[in-house]
């Protein structure tokens, strides 16, 4: 389903603010897999999910979506392949429209517009039951303002639309970092549920070490822009967040300080 080859990414060239960021990447993800990807500050992972998504061109290897070689397409071309869901819960909705415009967008993504009549009784519909499944009330809510949501709301908001249509891939870009833990637990209960469910093939980027040993089928660790580590489901279920550390310190032969994954 994802098939990244070789992928290289240096950020300002030449310059004295030169950063490579991804050093000869290859990732395969079949048809299903649920990836959950762990790293320090700067280790490459919201730049592997980047490169995916067409934010940049890469400087080298290839890039596989579904089978279609997607390393030259522009972003806009790569919309109708990818769902995504971002860390902050501002990003990926139109906050001066409503929900069920917000939806309509999110269930035309890569097609294209045309001057036909906006939306559809059946439509509506569609929508209502779609929102009633979160169990947030948002169903009877469709004509509010977006930006009225708060960031748990708009965040599973924005999970529903990026799968809506569903996706060949949905990238999550550490989508609960900005929440409360409270409201990070139910958003994390939800995208396990609509992966599950929808037999989707997912990349889940986290800071968190135990959600990234308890979701999914899978989990890389990156350091320095490479993968370093490549967990299966029976390794994952057996490991604790002290193993994962132990064993990124034989590997990298350093120790892990990011607070942020330390403390979660």
């Given at each position: 389903?994802?098939?990244?080859?070789?992928?290289?990414?240096?950020?300002?060239?030449?310059?004295?603010?030169?950063?490579?960021a991804?050093?000869?990447?290859s990732?395969?993800?079949?048809?299903?897999?649920?990836?959950?990807?762990?790293?320090?500050?700067?280790?490459?992972?919201?730049?592997?999910?980047?490169?995916v998504?067409?934010?940049?061109?890469?400087?080298?290897?290839?890039?596989r979506?579904a089978?279609?070689d997607?390393?030259?397409?522009?972003?806009?071309r790569r919309?109708a392949?990818?769902?995504r869901?971002?860390?902050?819960?501002?990003?990926?909705?139109?906050?001066t429209m409503?929900?069920?415009?917000?939806m309509?967008?999110?269930?035309?993504?890569?097609?294209?517009?045309?001057?036909?009549?906006?939306?559809?009784?059946?439509?509506?519909?569609?929508?209502?039951?779609?929102?009633?499944?979160?169990?947030?009330?948002?169903?009877?809510?469709?004509?509010?303002?977006?930006?009225?949501?708060?960031?748990g709301?708009?965040?599973?908001?924005?999970?529903?639309?990026?799968?809506?249509?569903?996706?060949?891939?949905?990238?999550?870009?550490?989508?609960?970092?900005?929440?409360?833990?409270?409201?990070?637990?139910?958003?994390?209960?939800?995208?396990?549920?609509?992966?599950?469910?929808?037999?989707?093939?997912?990349?889940?980027?986290?800071?968190?070490?135990?959600?990234?040993?308890?979701?999914?089928?899978?989990?890389?660790?990156?350091?320095?822009?490479?993968?370093?580590?490549?967990?299966?489901?029976?390794?994952?279920?057996?490991?604790?967040?002290?193993?994962l550390?132990?064993?990124?310190?034989?590997?990298?032969?350093?120790?892990?300080?990011?607070d942020?994954?330390?403390?979660?």
């Open positions: 389903m994802l098939e990244i080859e070789h992928v290289f990414k240096t950020f300002n060239p030449g310059t004295i603010t030169e950063k490579r991804l050093t000869d990447i990732l395969h993800l079949a048809p299903g897999d649920f990836v959950t990807v762990i790293g320090g500050n700067g280790a490459g992972k919201s730049t592997m999910l980047n490169a998504a067409g934010t940049f061109p890469v400087d080298g290897g290839s890039i979506i089978g279609k997607v390393t030259r397409l522009p972003e806009y919309a392949l990818l769902g869901v971002f860390q902050d819960p501002m990003t990926g909705t139109a906050a409503n929900l069920e415009e917000n309509a967008l999110a269930l035309r993504r890569g097609q294209r517009r045309t001057l036909r009549w906006g939306i559809g009784a059946s439509e509506r519909a569609r929508y209502r039951e779609a929102l009633s499944t979160l169990e947030l009330g948002l169903e009877d809510r469709m004509s509010s303002k977006v930006g009225l949501l708060s960031g709301q708009r965040q599973a908001l924005t999970l529903l639309m990026a799968t809506l249509k569903k996706p060949e891939l949905l990238l999550l870009d550490e989508h609960t970092a900005a929440l409360d833990p409270k409201t990070a637990e139910k958003v994390l209960n939800l995208t396990q549920k609509l992966i599950t469910e929808q037999g989707l093939t997912a990349l889940m980027v986290t800071h968190n070490m135990r959600d990234a040993l308890a979701l999914g089928n899978r989990t890389i660790m990156m350091h320095e822009g490479r993968i370093i580590l490549d967990l299966d489901a029976e390794t994952k279920k057996k490991m604790t967040v002290e193993d550390l132990a064993r990124f310190g034989r590997i990298s032969g350093k120790t892990l300080d990011n942020r994954m330390l403390l979660a």
